[in-house]
């Protein structure tokens, strides 16, 4: 997004503070795939007493306090991976990572090549299988390198999407790209915003090295979280009656951004099993009141920078976005246990 120099800038920061946390964060780099190396966050509980260190803050943007490498706590503990939106990255969701991990949680998320802000290669952007796969990559990663295979829970596994991260993670539940399905519906409801993403996100043709089999579903996930998800009509009705795998499905209820969330999110909720899902709409929602909390002044900031962006920082009328995170901190984590 063109938003990019605000939203995603500085990577870290490094003043640090007294102030106490409970939260590790280290990033790695997966290098299995030399073709797409992975930056990966990941967020734990740790018991160091090392002072703390600001991540993802910027002049726009509230971020997180962390303990920057500090050694994981003694324990066995539940996974959560995080998939960001179309040209996000790991930090719009660093205050949900935050707080699942001061509860206990071992937290990871990556910046899928091609569809995040510091990499819209189109060759990588058009691999749409790869999102989910990477997924699969970083927990491959979590459950065989120390230290923390020692600490995860493999057991306990969620992912968690938004936007184009939730269709991801639905991917990793058993829904499966159909073509023919995505076509049909786009000449019902020809959305240019999902719609005009077909070619960008390979969708409109078959790609090289695409696999035949679209199934690409992770048995070691026990759960997912979609969270305003985009391009839900890609998916097989078949694929989605066939999903058993609990899925938590939280929308916005205001469209700003021709995403209506009864044709995503409630095309997902009227197709899956109701045994395997519960359904949310957070009525004075948009679809960023998902990401990270804007700071005063942000909104005159943004639209200098690009008119228009200021969008971003707008929840519904009366609420706040402390205020909805809280509700859907609460939602997910009521969820994972």
């Excluded at 971020?63 to 790991?90: A, C, M």
């Excluded at 989910?132 to 990559?137: E, N």
């Excluded at 923390?148 to 936007?163: L, V």
């Excluded at 969708?203 to 992770?218: C, G």
């Amino acid at each position: 997004m063109k938003w990019a120099h605000l939203l995603f800038a500085p990577l870290l920061s490094f003043c640090t503070s007294a102030i106490a946390s409970d939260v590790g964060f280290i990033q790695v780099t997966l290098t299995d795939d030399p073709n797409r190396p992975l930056n990966t966050a990941i967020w734990y509980p740790t018991q160091d007493a090392s002072d703390t260190t600001l991540i993802g803050d910027n002049p726009a943007f509230i971020g997180t306090q962390v303990i920057k490498d500090g050694e994981i706590q003694s324990g066995t503990f539940p996974v959560v991976l995080l998939s960001h939106g179309y040209r996000g990255n790991w930090r719009n969701q660093n205050w949900l990572a935050t707080e699942l991990a001061s509860r206990g949680y071992i937290v990871a998320a990556t910046d899928h090549p091609g569809t995040t802000s510091f990499d819209q290669s189109p060759e990588q952007a058009a691999k749409w299988w790869e999102r989910p796969q990477d997924m699969s990559r970083i927990l491959d990663y979590l459950l065989s390198e120390t230290p923390w295979k020692q600490s995860a829970n493999a057991d306990n596994i969620t992912a968690i999407g938004h936007s184009l991260g939730g269709w991801t993670v639905m991917q990793l539940a058993g829904a499966k790209i159909d073509r023919a399905t995505f076509e049909a519906e786009c000449l019902i409801y020809p959305n240019p915003r999902t719609c005009g993403l077909s070619d960008e996100l390979g969708l409109s043709q078959v790609q090289t090295a695409e696999p035949n089999d679209k199934d690409l579903s992770d048995p070691r996930i026990q759960r997912v979280v979609s969270l305003d998800l985009g391009l839900a009509r890609s998916f097989s009705v078949q694929s989605l009656n066939e999903i058993n795998v609990p899925t938590l499905i939280l929308a916005a209820g205001i469209d700003i951004g021709d995403l209506p969330q009864a044709l995503e999110s409630g095309y997902i909720a009227e197709h899956m099993p109701l045994n395997s899902r519960r359904y949310k709409v957070y009525e004075n929602a948009t679809h960023f009141s998902f990401i990270q909390q804007c700071k005063p002044g942000a909104v005159p900031m943004l639209e200098e920078e690009v008119p228009g962006d200021g969008i971003i920082c707008k929840d519904g009328l009366g609420a706040s976005r402390g205020e909805l995170h809280q509700l859907i901190l609460n939602d997910i984590v009521s969820f994972l246990n």
